[in-house]
T-cell receptor
Framework: AQKVTQAQTEISVVEKEDVTLDCVYE???????LFWYKQPPSGELVFLIR??????QNEISGRYSWNFQKSTSSFNFTITASQVVDSAVYFC???????????FGGGTRLMVKP | GAVVSQHPSRVICKSGTSVKIECRSL??????MFWYRQFPKQSLMLMAT?????????EQGVEKDKFLINHASLTLSTLTVTSAHPEDSSFYIC?????????????FGDGTRLSIL
């Protein structure tokens, strides 16, 4: 069975601070994908990244970066120089050998204050 | 590409009404569509998986007769909440993928906020 844990339910930072959202996953499968989604107050899910289990390279996209560590089963997400528009709920998710069904973490609500 | 349209975006109706939500893949053929439910301040919970031309597979605890899913074409799946009651009020999100393959991403609709009075 798959499981995704986002231990931080809420994080509050002041604008321009860096913030890291943690994600720990469990799966017995050797081939899997990890995802991050952003859900702003309007509700839609915004896709941020998909990472294959065989690709442990860290990724940077503008102010966003992701650190994938198989040794600790973690796929953490860092926002550098946070902005008010980053305020949202962020979900980490996993799909594994059972097909492309997604298992979502509980989400982390990020509040960036001006 | 890979745009999914979900309609309506918001529904407010009286208890006992049946509500139909549509999920369309606009620029690709979706063999598989997924329906999720999200209560306030909670995560997305998978309700069911539908494959075009066959019956949907429901997750444990989801009432099949309450939440009717039809996936009659490669671009359209519908979720009908039958005889809706206040406890059915929730945010419903669909997603679509070209197949069930592990490497096929899900593309999400914008969600439907259902409020039953």
């Amino acid at each position: 069975a798959q499981k995704v844990t986002q231990a931080q339910t809420e994080i509050s930072v002041v604008e321009k601070e860096d913030v890291t959202l943690d994600c720990v996953y469990e799966t017995r499968d050797t081939t899997y994908y990890l995802f991050w989604y952003k859900q702003p107050p309007s509700g839609e899910l915004v896709f941020l990244i998909r990472r294959n289990s065989f690709d442990e390279q860290n990724e940077i996209s503008g102010r966003y970066s992701w650190n994938f560590q198989k040794s600790t089963s973690s796929f953490n997400f860092t926002i550098t120089a946070s902005q008010v528009v980053d305020s949202a709920v962020y979900f980490c998710a996993l799909s594994a050998n059972a097909g492309n069904m997604l298992t979502f973490g509980g989400g982390t609500r990020l509040m960036v204050k001006p | 590409g890979a745009v999914v349209s979900q309609h309506p975006s918001r529904v407010i109706c009286k208890s006992g009404t049946s509500v139909k939500i549509e999920c369309r893949s606009l620029d690709f053929q979706a063999t598989t569509m997924f329906w999720y439910r999200q209560f306030p301040k909670q995560s997305l919970m998978l309700m069911a998986t539908s494959n075009e031309g066959s019956k949907a597979t429901y997750e444990q605890g989801v009432e099949k007769d309450k939440f009717l899913i039809n996936h009659a074409s490669l671009t359209l799946s519908t979720l009908t909440v039958t005889s809706a009651h206040p406890e059915d009020s929730s945010f419903y999100i669909c997603s679509a993928s070209r197949s069930r393959g592990l490497n096929q991403p899900q593309h999400f609709g914008d969600g439907t906020r259902l409020s039953i009075l």
